[in-house]
């Protein structure tokens, strides 16, 4: 067996940029994913992914060949919407896509005095008054609630910003801090962990991003595994964050060592 699969005893890996890079499934994606069923190594996916609900997004990965299970994936929509589940949240105003949006169908839309503000990513769709209605909102005693704070991220067609710099405009103009329910939150890992029932010196998150992914594993006390695709960039290796592995691509996991 790959010696890398020998230090573990399980896997949380990342979507975007280990198994896809926009919509394009990375060279042996599949063959990984069959190859650690095989072997019986257990994982998850997990990934901040905002655009859609997990059922929309579990349905899109198989439409591309990646044969997952619903209990095998994990979102930042899916870990907002526990969220205010345990908030007892009765309404929100969503700075979401339309279908991230079914994720929430138990909380009521409320665009004047929401109880929350769930910001992710909307693309083109980012105004300055939606903004600013999330602003007044979290100005009058709404609770925001960020689905992650990424930065950027990469597909067929380059690289996009992500919600972070939204997020991070309304926490400054407000002076509140985000709750952040997606990676690399502590609650969404564990959430995750518990699932797999294996303590956190036992397991490695596979992602493309040295700060989310791979800082955030090692702060949990799990290993961090970098690959190559998605929006890594050779400098990523020069800013003080040391990964327990660097693959050129989830490929790597099934070669023989």
């Not at 930042?76 to 279908?99: F, N, V, W």
């Not at 103009?173 to 029932?197: H, I, M, N």
Request: contains cysteine.
């Amino acid at each position: 067996m790959n010696d890398m699969l020998a230090t573990v005893d399980g896997l949380l890996i990342d979507i975007d940029g280990v198994l896809m890079r926009g919509t394009e499934v990375i060279p042996g994606a599949q063959e990984s994913i069959k190859t650690l069923r095989a072997r019986g190594i257990p994982y998850r996916f997990i990934t901040n992914t905002t655009i859609y609900c997990r059922l929309t997004l579990l349905e899109r990965l198989r439409a591309l060949g990646l044969h997952l299970d619903l209990h095998e994936v994990y979102t930042a929509t899916y870990a907002a919407s526990r969220y205010l589940r345990s908030q007892g949240a009765k309404t929100y105003y969503p700075l979401l896509m339309p279908d991230a949006q079914l994720e929430f169908t138990d909380v009521e839309i409320d665009e004047e005095s929401p109880e929350f503000v769930v910001v992710g990513d909307m693309g083109p769709s980012f105004t300055y008054g939606r903004l600013n209605k999330a602003f007044r909102a979290v100005l009058d005693g709404a609770q925001l609630v960020a689905l992650h704070k990424k930065r950027f991220w990469r597909t067929e067609d380059g690289f996009f910003m992500d919600a972070g710099p939204f997020v991070v405009a309304l926490e400054y103009a407000t002076q509140t801090g985000a709750v952040v329910v997606g990676k690399p939150s502590e609650s969404y890992f564990r959430l995750v962990l518990d699932d797999l029932g294996l303590p956190p010196e036992r397991v490695a998150v596979i992602g493309d991003d040295i700060e989310i992914d791979v800082q955030g594993a090692k702060r949990m006390g799990m290993q961090g595994w970098l690959v190559k695709t998605g929006r890594f960039r050779r400098g990523d290796l020069a800013r003080g964050i040391w990964p327990d592995q660097v693959l050129e691509s989830i490929n790597d996991l099934v070669r023989e060592a």
